[in-house]
């Protein structure tokens, strides 16, 4: 490995490691759970899965330097698809996310995902035909040669620090999906308050059913609503080949990782309705 590559799986390994220390040092932060305060705008997006265009156009919205009471949430950032050349080139994509937060520590927040999780623990995702969690790691390698394992064990850890849910002071909740009505029955809601120990991150517990969930209905997400004490959800997880879709009364899904993709900056001051919230979203083709 030259002197060069050297040096940059170096840079790389220290971009996410500062950027877990400042996810696990947030100030916004109780447990596994980000509290946004009632003042200001949260940018919600959704899945990403490496598309730097949207990304690109995302910061250019924001523009956090100009707007320091603005915060941006992403998740679900790694696992390109579909798969465009020979190599999954999402951890580029991982390490621009994560000089975002080291930035604006106080203003960028992230969401474990699935796919982040799955990669994290080991937890195979096949997706037509291909082993995403492989392509990502020799997409890491061809990067990084010799250095890789360094800047793998960084993204790991990286990861591990992401929060899994955030709530707003206008009773708005913000998570890359919901547990599965039948997860129900075992799921422990305490998750949200405390540390998340490695028996959380695997199936059958709390954060994995949350990551994983997709089938909701009305009675469930109104019970999902009183015990969380929330009035509307926003999720992705669900693809969504127009962007967005409203389901149960009360949950918004987003999708960010296509060229019809939103995501939806909205008051913190102000109680919002549904309706309100779907006024707010963005094309991402409308950003310049």
Same mark, same amino acid.
């Given at each position: 490995?030259?002197?060069?590559?050297?040096?940059?799986?170096?840079?790389?390994?220290?971009?996410?490691?500062?950027?877990?220390?400042?996810?696990?040092?947030?100030?916004?932060?109780?447990?596994?759970?980000?509290?946004? @305060?009632?003042?200001?705008?949260?940018?919600?997006?959704?899945?990403?899965?490496?598309?730097?265009?949207?990304?690109?156009?995302?910061?250019?919205?924001?523009?956090?330097?100009?707007?320091?009471?603005?915060?941006?949430?992403?998740?679900?950032?790694?696992?390109?698809?579909?798969?465009?050349? @020979?190599?999954?080139?999402?951890?580029?994509?991982?390490?621009?996310?994560?000089?975002?937060?080291?930035?604006?520590?106080?203003?960028?927040?992230?969401?474990?995902?699935?796919?982040?999780?799955?990669?994290?623990?080991?937890?195979?995702?096949?997706?037509?035909?291909?082993?995403?969690?492989?392509?990502?790691?020799?997409?890491?390698?061809?990067?990084?040669?010799?250095?890789?394992?360094?800047?793998?064990?960084?993204?790991?850890?990286?990861?591990?620090?992401?929060?899994?849910?955030?709530?707003?002071?206008?009773?708005?909740?913000?998570?890359?999906?919901?547990?599965?009505?039948?997860?129900?029955?075992?799921?422990?809601?305490?998750?949200?308050?405390?540390?998340?120990?490695?028996?959380?991150?695997?199936?059958?517990?709390?954060?994995?059913?949350?990551?994983?969930?997709?089938?909701?209905?009305?009675?469930?997400?109104?019970?999902?609503?009183?015990?969380?004490?929330?009035?509307?959800?926003?999720?992705?997880?669900?693809?969504?080949?127009?962007?967005?879709?409203?389901?149960?009364?009360?949950?918004?899904?987003?999708?960010?990782?296509?060229?019809?993709?939103?995501?939806?900056?909205?008051?913190?001051?102000?109680?919002?309705?549904?309706?309100?919230?779907?006024?707010?979203?963005?094309?991402?083709?409308?950003?310049?």
């Amino acid at each position: 490995m030259t002197a060069s590559a050297a040096a940059s799986a170096e840079q790389a390994a220290d971009v996410f490691r500062q950027a877990a220390e400042a996810n696990r040092g947030d100030p916004l932060r109780t447990g596994t759970t980000l509290h946004l @305060p009632n003042y200001g705008q949260l940018v919600a997006t959704g899945d990403l899965h490496g598309h730097r265009g949207n990304f690109e156009k995302l910061k250019r919205f924001c523009m956090l330097e100009h707007a320091s009471v603005r915060h941006v949430i992403l998740h679900e950032m790694i696992h390109t698809e579909p798969l465009v050349g @020979p190599v999954d080139t999402s951890h580029e994509l991982l390490l621009e996310a994560a000089r975002y937060k080291c930035a604006f520590p106080e203003q960028v927040h992230f969401l474990q995902s699935n796919h982040e999780l799955s990669q994290l623990t080991s937890h195979q995702i096949l997706k037509g035909g291909r082993a995403v969690l492989e392509d990502f790691e020799r997409g890491v390698r061809e990067r990084y040669g010799g250095g890789s394992g360094k800047v793998y064990e960084a993204i790991l850890d990286f990861i591990r620090s992401f929060p899994i849910a955030a709530r707003t002071a206008n009773r708005v909740w913000v998570s890359h999906a919901l547990p599965a009505v039948d997860d129900m029955g075992y799921f422990d809601m305490g998750v949200f308050a405390r540390a998340a120990k490695e028996s959380d991150l695997h199936a059958g517990g709390p954060i994995y059913s949350l990551v994983w969930g997709r089938r909701f209905t009305d009675e469930h997400v109104e019970a999902l609503a009183r015990q969380l004490d929330v009035d509307i959800f926003i999720i992705g997880h669900i693809p969504q080949e127009d962007g967005y879709a409203v389901r149960n009364g009360r949950v918004i899904i987003l999708a960010s990782d296509h060229n019809h993709g939103v995501f939806l900056p909205f008051d913190l001051s102000k109680k919002p309705s549904i309706e309100d919230l779907v006024a707010c979203i963005r094309k991402f083709v409308a950003v310049p």
